[in-house]
């Protein structure tokens, strides 16, 4: 079946930028989503991408999409300590539901 | 409307009862999903409805688990003869049909079985 690949921890200093990557297998995925999730809380939809853009900015947040290699990318600008927690990618299947990553859990060294 | 609202935010249980959950979406979205998600796994799909028409079950659910929309509005999520593998946080969304609108999640439901 189809699959989506994040590696499991990403550790940044406070300040820096950070990096959190996803692979997937789906070709004819059409929506890429990043969403956040806190200690002991929901999904929160961070941002998205359109499977025709290469690049969307939103404030701190660059999301870069690789077409070809089927790569995705978040870089979260300037990390700040609120910004710990887990970072899950899902991509759209054929009929719009969601596959999921296991999620990168970003640790923030101060 | 405050977004996706999930009843009771926590649920302990003893192994064999039964327990339901409920489920209030954002009431424009047509689309309503229930997934599982286990401590450092992504969420795992078990069903999902267009309207009050039950589109979509996953293969892990088993004949324990039975989920309702009617009226296309609220949904429940009823699991028998719970299990200790049962426990978990039992996470609703709903979205609009189509792609590009993305899911909007609830807080979830926590539920362990003792």
């Known amino acids: 079946g189809e699959d989506v690949e994040q590696s499991l921890f990403l550790s940044v200093r406070e300040g820096d930028s950070s990096v959190i990557n996803c692979t997937y297998t789906d070709s004819s995925s059409t929506y890429l989503y990043w969403y956040k999730q806190e200690p002991g809380a929901g999904l929160q939809l961070l941002t998205y991408?359109?499977?025709n853009m290469d690049m969307k900015q939103d404030q701190r947040l660059t999301v870069l999409l690789n077409k070809k290699d089927k790569h995705l990318s978040l870089r979260i600008a300037d990390t700040q300590t609120g910004d710990s927690a887990i970072y899950f990618c899902?991509?759209?299947?054929?009929?719009?539901?969601?596959?999921w990553g296991a999620g990168t859990k970003l640790i923030i060294k101060p | 409307d405050t977004g996706v609202s999930q009843d009771p935010r926590h649920k302990i249980t003893k192994r064999g009862q039964n327990v339901t959950f409920r489920c209030d979406p954002i009431?424009?979205?047509?689309?309503l999903y229930w997934y599982r998600q286990t401590l450092g796994q992504g969420p795992e799909f078990l069903t999902y409805f267009q309207n009050e028409a039950q589109l979509e079950k996953s293969r892990l659910l088993s004949d324990r688990f039975s989920a309702e929309r009617p009226k296309g509005s609220f949904s429940t999520l009823e699991i028998q003869r719970t299990e200790q593998g049962d426990s978990a946080m039992y996470l609703c969304?709903?979205?609009?049909?189509?792609?590009?609108?993305?899911?909007?999640f609830g807080s979830g439901t926590r539920l362990t079985v003792v």
């Open positions: 009431s424009e979205h047509n689309r």
């Open positions: 899902a991509v759209t299947d054929s009929n719009y539901q969601l596959i």
């Open positions: 969304a709903s979205s609009r049909t189509g792609g590009g609108y993305g899911y909007t």
């Open positions: 991408i359109f499977s």
